[in-house]
């Protein structure tokens, strides 16, 4: 007797599809940290890392190498068990937002149907905002675990940081989801592919939201967390090795997971070229599936030097700035936004 | 009394919108550094290109010899007196019959040391010297693992031989000349 018919092939490509994913994720999180360092090097007029391979390419492989063959120190007085889950948490949060985000169209493979998304969920963006807010267990468990003040104060700034600036970017995105009408992911990239980009529709929503992924990642002028000149490293003080790599990494993945999102949601997805149906070039729906998650990839590309280079111009907020700028400025202003949205759509439909 | 043209008065306007909602500066703050990534790098990439010095660089010692390959050093202990930071120590010794081609002068420095972790490389020895045996060349005191390799001997500071090894001298001693020239040349 067959109670579930379970569709092996289907368990297998989506299988394969997480594998690809991870591994892209992880690639361009080693490589982003190269960027970085590059990017930081042009702004100050350097040249940057140039010594392991061509152009200095090798150069992530070098650090990760050093991070693996570092001394691992795990303090006496540090709870072991937390202490190790938070790199992990931090780690495993980071990855697992990539489940919902369309990375591209269906692609026909072997006679099947196979979409570029690992789970089309219908309630797509909240599982990216309750993952999110998982992240900073993360963070505090780790700050906690380390039985040191300093940690303890880098990971509070953390949680209260990104409490307070989820709530702004919420209500960002709610104006989002009153157009478009869907929770979906990749509903809204279709919704994206017929009609406007929300970027031009919700400027001012994506400006929010850009401003509180900035917090949200830990990112200079918001990385109160690991403010090295008050509070020594900040949550990751007595971190060494490996599991300092993977707090670092996680940032880094983080980055890459919402530029993701916010390609997705304001900048089309995979779309490649606004207001233009691309359908007329002719290709087959293989190439178009692969040229649109190119264009998603440059998206997010774009989006990381964006973070990058915002880092190595704005210096760091002051605590008491911070929490001023989330609450009397970014929520009131994402209320106004949802505002205008919502007295706009009820004027469109009558 | 105003001493440069650098002094600003203190502005206490209050802050325009513009100001006060902080953006437009970030934006040119963000233009500024954007525009740094076209400009021109300055690093210098060290093994390959080396900076050139300034004509007043003092670096590491050597001894000097003359044309003929013999110590100009006679001994005579100016330098050690002249030292600021007693770095130098030399043990003086009497030419034999024989030894006509090592030593210029009858009397010689058997031992000659400085102790580079003393050297504050002011150069009064080479002022101090009245035979032209003690130069500061532009080479960098490099690294070393014990404090006992700081102390350089005869071994470490005598110039290579002109004759035996004739490109290694003019190396040191066109260097040496070539500054003496800059630096007065500049004065």
């Not at chain 1, 937002?97 to 990375?103: D, E, K």
């Not at chain 2, 693992?145 to 001997?153: H, N, V």
């Given at each position: 007797m067959i109670l579930l018919a379970v569709d092996w092939a289907l368990v297998l490509e989506k299988f394969i599809f997480i594998a690809f994913i991870i591994t892209v994720s992880l690639v361009v999180a080693l490589y982003m940290t190269f960027g970085e360092r590059k990017v930081a090097a042009w702004i100050q007029d350097r040249v940057g890392p140039n010594r392991a391979g061509p152009f200095g390419i090798l150069q992530p492989l070098a650090d990760g190498l050093k991070m693996f063959f570092k001394e691992e120190i795990i303090p006496t007085s540090s709870n072991k068990i937390l202490f190790i889950l938070g790199p992990s948490l931090a780690m495993i949060t980071a990855m697992l937002?990539?489940?919902?985000?369309?990375?591209g169209d269906k692609v026909e493979l072997f006679g099947r149907t196979i979409s570029l998304q690992i789970a089309d969920v219908n309630i797509g963006i909240l599982y990216v905002f309750g993952i999110l807010s998982l992240g900073v267990y993360g963070i505090m468990i780790g700050s906690w675990a380390s039985n040191n003040k300093f940690s303890l104060m880098g990971g509070l700034r953390a949680a209260s940081q990104i409490i307070s600036y989820e709530l702004a970017m919420g209500i960002a995105l709610i104006a989002l989801i009153m157009i478009t009408g869907t929770l979906s992911l990749g509903e809204m990239v279709k919704q994206q592919q017929e009609g406007w980009w929300n970027f031009f529709v919700q400027p001012l929503g994506f400006f929010i939201f850009l401003v509180c992924a900035f917090a949200e990642c830990n990112r200079t002028p918001f990385d109160l967390a690991e403010a090295e000149n008050e509070l020594i490293g900040g949550y990751h003080s007595e971190y060494s090795s490996l599991k300092l790599g993977f707090y670092l990494f996680a940032e880094y993945i983080n980055m890459f997971i919402s530029s993701a999102v916010m390609a997705t949601l304001y900048f089309g997805?995979?779309?490649?070229?606004?207001?233009?149906?691309?359908?007329?070039?002719?290709?087959?729906a293989n190439i178009m599936a692969l040229l649109g998650a190119a264009a998603l990839f440059f998206k997010i590309l774009v989006f990381i030097f964006i973070f990058m280079w915002v880092r190595w111009t704005v210096p760091r907020f002051r605590y008491d700035q911070l929490m001023n700028l989330g609450w009397k400025g970014l929520i009131p202003l994402a209320l106004f936004n949802m505002l205008v949205t919502a007295a706009v759509i009820l004027f469109l439909k009558k | 009394m105003q001493l440069t043209n650098k002094a600003k008065l203190v502005d206490r306007k209050p802050m325009s919108i513009a100001e006060k909602i902080y953006l437009p500066a970030i934006f040119k703050g963000m233009g500024i550094t954007f525009s740094h990534i076209f400009k021109k790098k300055v690093t210098i990439q060290y093994p390959e290109q080396t900076r050139p010095f300034s004509p007043v660089f003092r670096g590491l010692h050597i001894l000097n010899r003359d044309e003929e390959g013999?110590?100009?050093?006679?001994?005579?202990?100016l330098c050690a007196v002249a030292c600021p930071a007693e770095a130098i120590t030399m043990d003086a010794a009497e030419r034999l019959p024989g030894e006509e081609h090592l030593y210029r002068e009858e009397k010689y420095a058997a031992k000659y040391e400085i102790n580079m972790l003393r050297c504050i490389f002011c150069g009064l020895c080479e002022e101090a010297c009245p035979k032209d045996a003690i130069y500061l060349t532009e080479t960098f005191a490099p690294a070393n693992?014990?404090?006992?390799?700081?102390?350089?001997?005869k071994d470490n500071l005598v110039i290579p031989h002109p004759k035996e090894n004739p490109e290694a001298f003019t190396k040191a001693k066109g260097l040496i000349d070539e500054r003496k020239a800059k630096a007065n040349q500049q004065m």
């Open positions: 937002t990539s489940a919902v985000i369309p990375w997805g995979y779309d490649i070229i606004p207001f233009y149906d691309e359908s007329a070039w002719g290709f087959s | 013999r110590e100009n050093c006679t001994a005579c202990g693992y014990s404090r006992q390799s700081f102390i350089y001997g």
